[in-house]
């Protein structure tokens, strides 16, 4: 099955800064890539997500990249806000069952 | 507009007994699903359901049995707790209006001693 694998699991910036999750995944045949954001105590939720026919989508100050020869995809955060600290997860999967979610990075924005 | 729902939210067994979990939503989606969330290892699905009448295993079943009873609930079954199964389970349900984006209830908190 597919194995999808998250890094860094801890990553911290000055408010203002830039922020890079990157994920790598196993199995050529996912087609769809989703990333969630989750607050503490609090249930997940999509930020963004792009499909196996689209290399880059940007939604206001996230963008996710995704190449698929090297089977990896990354979510960036430009201007991050303290706001924006939480737990991010990736996912990948065929279609939108059997999803596999990456073990999370812990993003801490600094002010 | 609900969304997803969840019941309980807190649960405590003892090693051995039984319970069901409950997840209901509210916006025709076709497609439920049932996630553990342990720390450090991200959200792992348990059984999903593309459709009504249908379910499928995911990553981790064993020691769990799902009912889709309708359209709009889930059911999660353990037969006999037991203290790996402490978790956050998270209910989630997806539908083509909402193209593949899944849509999380708020979680039970189960604690097996």
């Known amino acids: 099955g597919e194995n999808v694998e998250q890094h860094p699991s801890t990553l911290s910036v000055q408010e203002g800064d830039s922020a890079v999750i990157k994920c790598t995944y196993s199995?050529?045949?996912?087609?769809?890539f989703p990333w969630y954001k989750q607050e503490l105590g609090k249930r997940p939720q999509l930020i963004i997500d792009?499909?196996?026919?689209?290399g880059e989508k940007k939604d206001q100050r996230i963008a996710v990249t995704l190449n698929k020869t090297a089977k990896h995809f990354s979510l960036h955060i430009t201007e991050t806000q303290p706001e924006d600290s939480a737990v991010y997860f990736c996912?990948?999967?065929?279609?939108?069952?059997?999803?596999?979610f990456g073990a999370g990075t812990r993003l801490t924005v600094k002010p | 507009n609900a969304g997803v729902t969840q019941t309980p939210k807190f649960q405590v067994l003892k090693t051995g007994q039984s319970m069901t979990l409950q997840c209901a939503q509210d916006?025709?989606?076709?497609?439920m699903y049932w996630y553990r969330q342990d720390p450090g290892m991200g959200l792992r699905l348990i059984y999903y359901?593309?459709?009504?009448?249908?379910?499928d295993k995911g990553e981790v079943p064993n020691g769990y049995n799902v009912s889709r009873l309708n359209k709009r609930e889930f059911s999660l079954r353990l037969e006999s707790a037991a203290p790996s199964q402490t978790s956050v389970y998270f209910c989630?349900?997806?539908?083509?209006?909402?193209?593949?984006?899944?849509?999380f209830g708020p979680g039970t908190r189960l604690t097996v001693l």
């Open positions: 989630a349900s997806s539908g083509l209006a909402s193209g593949d984006e899944q849509f």
């Open positions: 199995d050529s045949a996912s087609n769809y």
């Open positions: 792009i499909r196996s026919n689209v």
């Open positions: 996912a990948a999967s065929i279609g939108n069952n059997d999803m596999r």
């Open positions: 916006m025709n989606h076709n497609s």
């Open positions: 359901s593309a459709s009504e009448g249908t379910t």
